[in-house]
């Protein structure tokens, strides 16, 4: 069996389309999907792509997610978001944006999913990490840190999402991979960012017409759209700037990184 595992979507429909033309080409076997799918400017559309894959996908819930969902439940066409924090803002534009429908899919995916890959073994993909979809892991985090989060996985793979960098690292017999991002990488070179599982470890990065795409989503009306073209489509953060910030927030690295 051979997986393509595709992460942090954020509602770029145009690289959503991009990985699934070649993951179409590809022939793999079955789609991970693994959450934050639909936060970001074109939800309706990107979820309404993914529902159509059928039974060819897997989802699993990521952080944003699952904000979405409790937007839409807080009637989010006009939440009171004087104290919102910017994902929750993103969060209850998007869920604005969502039929019924739509906010049951979200609902409706797994916290964590468990296959049997040939030449891997047993993969367990999650969001953020094993212990929950907001924890982060990246390249950077300290060996120490990293066998807390892994205490009591017995999987051989853990794949992973949420910081939007692709890294491939060992600890204590667990393999820890993180597949990029579709739609926001943090890699410093434009394009969608995703991984193939079996019988290795492939990492991908899919090219798009990024000035069209960047065309396309300024016509959404999505707020910050200009920070989310430039940012994250036409000029990408490098790996090095996201590790600081994300080690940051997690008490673990120095100012200067």
Sequence with gaps: MRVAAIYDIHGNL???????TEIEQDGVDL???????????????????????????????GNADREMVAAWDRQAGSP?????????RISAWAAGHLTRAQRDFLASFDEQVVITINGLGTVRFCHGSPRGDEEVITVATPGTRLRAILTGVTDD????GHTHMQFDRWQHGT???????????YEGVPGAYWVVLGPGVEFRRTPYDAERAAEQIRATGFPGVEE??????????????????????????????
């Design 14 to 20: 145009p690289a959503l389309e991009a990985v699934l």
């Design 31 to 61: 789609i991970v999907v693994g959450g934050d799918v639909a936060a970001g400017p074109m939800p309706g559309a990107t979820i309404d792509r993914l529902m159509s894959l059928g039974p060819r996908a897997r989802f699993v819930r």
């Design 80 to 88: 009171d978001l004087g104290t919102a924090s910017p994902l929750e």
């Design 157 to 160: 793979v853990v794949v992973c």
């Design 175 to 185: 393999r820890v991979v993180n597949a990029g991002s579709v739609g926001m990488p």
């Design 228 to 257: 989310f073209v430039r940012g994250n489509i036409l000029a990408p953060p490098f790996p090095i700037e996201a590790v600081t910030v994300f080690e940051g927030r997690s008490g673990t690295a120095s100012a200067g990184g």
